[in-house]
């Protein structure tokens, strides 16, 4: 049922991938892992690179993965974690398509928002 959500990108993936990111940990490390593109990072170089304990960057990649946000991989006795970026660009289009659209500025009020 969740690929369906991620794929449909109901309110309630919307929901799910929004809050996976309200944290500082996840926001970090979802920051750290855009940064090494579509390759990711095996999860023991970002416990060391962000000096987060194993258990905890456990927990918080956990809760990405289960919001779509990152693509696990593994590689012998390594895990590696990515970006989807498809499902990260989808999110982004998601709250500026569905959210903001009725929001915009007012041509006939001098450009402001109302």
Do not use: W
Request: aromatic content about 8%; proline content about 6%; some cysteine.
């Amino acid at each position: 049922m969740v690929a369906k959500e991620l794929t449909e990108l109901t309110s309630t993936a919307v929901i799910r991938g929004l809050a996976a990111l309200a944290h500082e940990t996840r926001l970090t490390l979802f920051h750290q892992l855009v940064r090494h593109g579509p390759g990711g990072e095996s999860a023991g170089e970002l416990a060391r690179g962000l000096n987060i304990p194993p258990q905890t960057l456990s927990f918080h990649l956990k809760e990405m993965t289960h919001a779509g946000l990152l693509c696990p991989r593994r590689e012998g006795r390594y895990v590696y974690y990515a970006v989807d970026f498809d499902y990260a660009s989808r999110l982004v289009a998601y709250l500026s398509d569905s959210c903001c659209v009725d929001d915009g500025p007012d041509p006939g009020n001098g450009g402001l928002a109302p």
